[in-house]
């Protein structure tokens, strides 16, 4: 888990960038799930964005999605989210 002074600091990170992944009316398959979970190693955070057509609700595909990758979630605002988890092979993401 991640404190909320790590959790304040990945949020401030996480502004400036563009959701890497779209979730639409499929839901999460196993596919995105890999793809986020490879996406999380390379990156460590990443942003997702969840489409209007959408059947599930944002709150309930960022918990998915942590469960399943294994991640942080360090935030869900409206449509977007983020996660977190810090690499295995190369760290790049200093926490304070």
Known sequence: ??????RAYLRKLSNTMDPIFQIGKSGVTPEIT???????EARELIKI??????LYEPKAISSMLSERSRSDVVSQIGRKIVLYKP???KPTIELP
Do not use: G, H
């Open 34 to 40: 890999k793809a986020i979970s490879d996406a999380l």
């Open 87 to 89: 690499s295995k092979e």
């Open 49 to 54: 964005n969840v489409l209007k057509n959408c």
């Open 1 to 6: 888990m991640i404190t909320s002074k790590q």
